[in-house]
């Protein structure tokens, strides 16, 4: 017993060594991008991103940052979107990558999603997965809960304000149990990537001796719809697809 809580003891002592070393690590890196030391920053914070298995939005925010000061279209795009899917409502973040995609030689329309299944992904994108999850655990706490106010109450009026309470409870629990389930489709499914390569061809087919069907630049974003080999099938926002070779892109999550 005294060995096991000996090691809990030494793992927690060097998870906190290691989370302050890349707090100054992140400070040092901090300074020397306002110093205009980019590419040191740079250095200093894609060490962090090494060492550590969970990132902030901040860092990637700084990192995009760092990029762009550099003219850098493809990293600085991707890890400001890489901070947007960990913070998507920071207005910096969202000005930064604005300024960013700019960089990129590429104009692809954008066509809006409609229908029945556009209105459920706007639902069901105001929470996270995590966030659905929480919800539908408390709803369900709170319907125990309004339960046993209803069994015990002996007033009429108490057991009705019960009743109606664990109705809205129960509706709330299906709604986020079912919400965080499509979230969690959604993001399976939903896989965007930035492109790094510089200038890559798109085929029609998954072959080098394939039809080119259009040509792509660093730091235009697609969406990976299939994987075969080394390639991906991907779509623009404009609809238009095509295969692609899998080391051209980097995909988000």
Same mark, same amino acid.
């Given at each position: 017993?005294?060995?096991i809580l000996?090691?809990?003891?030494?793992?927690? &002592?060097n998870?906190?060594?290691?989370?302050?070393a890349?707090?100054?690590?992140?400070?040092?890196?901090?300074?020397?991008y306002?110093?205009?030391k !980019?590419e040191e *920053?740079?250095?200093q !914070?894609?060490?962090?991103?090494?060492?550590?298995?969970? *990132?902030?939005a901040?860092?990637?925010?700084?990192?995009?940052?760092?990029?762009?000061? %550099?003219?850098k279209?493809?990293?600085s795009? !991707?890890?400001?979107?890489k901070a =947007?899917?960990l913070?998507?409502?920071?207005?910096?973040?969202?000005?930064n990558?604005?300024?960013?995609?700019k960089?990129?030689?590429?104009?692809?329309?954008?066509?809006?999603?409609v229908g029945?299944?556009?209105?459920?992904?706007?639902? +069901?994108?105001?929470? &996270?997965?995590?966030?659905? @999850?929480? %919800? @539908?655990?408390f709803? @369900?706490? *709170?319907?125990?809960l309004?339960f046993?106010?209803?069994?015990f109450s002996?007033l009429?009026i %108490?057991?009705?304000?019960?009743?109606?309470?664990?109705f809205? %409870?129960l509706?709330v629990?299906?709604?986020?149990v079912?919400?965080?389930?499509?979230?969690?489709?959604?993001?399976n499914?939903i896989?965007p @990537?930035i492109?790094f390569?510089?200038?890559?061809?798109?085929?029609?087919?998954?072959?080098?001796?394939s039809e080119?069907?259009?040509?792509?630049?660093?730091?235009?974003?697609?969406?990976?719809?299939? +994987? =075969?080999?080394?390639?991906k099938?991907?779509?623009?926002?404009?609809k238009?697809?095509?295969?692609i070779?899998?080391?051209?892109i980097k995909?988000?999550?």
């Amino acid at each position: 017993m005294n060995k096991i809580l000996v090691y809990i003891a030494f793992l927690i &002592s060097n998870f906190i060594v290691a989370q302050n070393a890349a707090q100054i690590l992140f400070e040092k890196a901090n300074e020397n991008y306002r110093n205009g030391k !980019y590419e040191e *920053a740079i250095t200093q !914070y894609e060490s962090i991103l090494d060492d550590q298995k969970v *990132a902030s939005a901040d860092l990637y925010y700084n990192l995009g940052s760092a990029y762009y000061k %550099l003219g850098k279209v493809a990293p600085s795009i !991707y890890n400001l979107e890489k901070a =947007l899917l960990l913070n998507p409502d920071d207005e910096a973040i969202v000005t930064n990558l604005h300024f960013a995609q700019k960089l990129a030689i590429d104009d692809i329309k954008v066509v809006p999603e409609v229908g029945f299944s556009k209105i459920i992904y706007n639902f +069901t994108s105001n929470l &996270s997965y995590d966030h659905w @999850a929480w %919800l @539908a655990v408390f709803a @369900a706490v *709170a319907f125990l809960l309004f339960f046993v106010g209803y069994y015990f109450s002996y007033l009429t009026i %108490l057991k009705r304000i019960f009743f109606v309470g664990m109705f809205l %409870l129960l509706i709330v629990l299906l709604t986020s149990v079912l919400s965080a389930f499509l979230q969690k489709r959604f993001d399976n499914t939903i896989k965007p @990537a930035i492109v790094f390569a510089e200038s890559t061809f798109v085929k029609s087919e998954p072959k080098n001796n394939s039809e080119n069907a259009f040509e792509l630049h660093e730091g235009t974003k697609v969406y990976v719809k299939e +994987t =075969l080999d080394n390639w991906k099938r991907i779509q623009l926002t404009d609809k238009t697809e095509g295969w692609i070779k899998k080391d051209a892109i980097k995909e988000l999550k």
